[in-house]
C-alpha cells in the first residue's frame, strides 16, 4: 500500500512543490515535477520516474498508476491542491528523472529548431511540441528562454520535452557555427525581408 499524506507541510510535498517552482533547484536536482494524469503517463514512457502522487479519487479511476516501480504516495484533496499548479486537478502528479543532453551528442546534419530568448513558457512549450511533430532531430535554447521542464512548458509541450534532446546553450551564435560546420543549413525567421520557406536553398 501506498503511504497516506495527509499534510500539506510534508516535506516530499515541499520538495515536489520547489522542484514546480525553481528551475535552479531542478537543475540541482536533475529532476523535475509534473501534473496530471496524461501528461505525468506521457512522460513516463521515457522519463524515469522516481515519484508519483495520487488522489484516492485519481487511483480508482486510473488503477494502472500502481504499476510504476518507484515511490508512491495517496494524498489528499487538500494537499493535491498544494501540489496544483491549476485551479482544478486531476489529482495525479509525479516527479522525474531530468534526462540528459548535450550538444555535441546532437546528430550531424540533423534538423533542429533554435529558440533564442523566448522567455514565454507557453510559446516555448508549443514550440517543442511542434519540433516533435514535425520530426525534428532536437530543439537548441539560448540563455533567457523559459526552462523546458518548468510546469507550464511541460503542459504546453504535452511530454514532447522528453521524446526529443532539448538542450540550452551558452552561446547560441557559436552553437549555429557548429552546426554550419557539421553541414547544417541555418535559417532564421523574419518579420521583414524575408523570403518564403520554399524558396530557400537547402530548406
Given amino acids: 500500500m501506498p503511504e497516506r499524506i495527509t499534510s500539506r507541510e510534508n516535506g516530499k510535498i515541499k520538495y515536489a512543490c520547489k522542484l514546480a517552482q525553481s528551475a535552479a533547484f531542478r537543475l540541482e536536482e536533475k529532476a523535475f515535477f509534473a501534473e496530471g494524469l496524461k501528461l505525468c503517463l506521457e512522460l513516463a514512457k521515457s522519463c524515469p520516474i522516481k515519484v508519483i502522487y495520487y488522489t484516492e479519487k485519481a ?5 494502472e498508476l500502481k504499476r510504476f516501480d518507484c515511490e508512491q504516495y495517496l494524498v489528499q484533496d487538500h494537499v493535491a491542491e498544494k501540489l496544483a499548479g ?16 548535450s550538444f555535441l551528442d546532437l ?21 517543442i511540441r511542434s519540433a516533435a511533430a514535425f520530426g525534428f532531430d532536437g530543439v537548441i ?9 518548468g510546469p507550464k512548458v511541460l503542459r504546453a509541450s504535452m511530454g514532447a520535452a522528453g521524446r526529443m534532446p532539448v538542450v540550452t546553450c551558452p552561446n547560441l551564435a557559436d552553437a549555429l557555427a557548429q552546426l554550419r560546420a557539421w553541414g547544417s543549413t541555418c535559417l532564421a525567421a523574419a518579420l521583414y525581408n524575408s523570403r518564403p520557406l520554399n524558396e530557400v536553398d537547402g530548406a
Fill in 107 to 127: 546528430p550531424h546534419n540533423g534538423r533542429f529548431l533554435a529558440l533564442e530568448r523566448v522567455q514565454d513558457p507557453g510559446n516555448v512549450g508549443a514550440l
Fill in 141 to 149: 535554447l539560448s540563455p533567457g528562454c523559459a526552462d523546458p521542464f
Fill in 86 to 101: 491549476t485551479q482544478s486537478n486531476q489529482g495525479v502528479f509525479a516527479v522525474f528523472g531530468q534526462p540528459v543532453s
Fill in 59 to 63: 487511483l480508482a479511476k486510473s488503477p
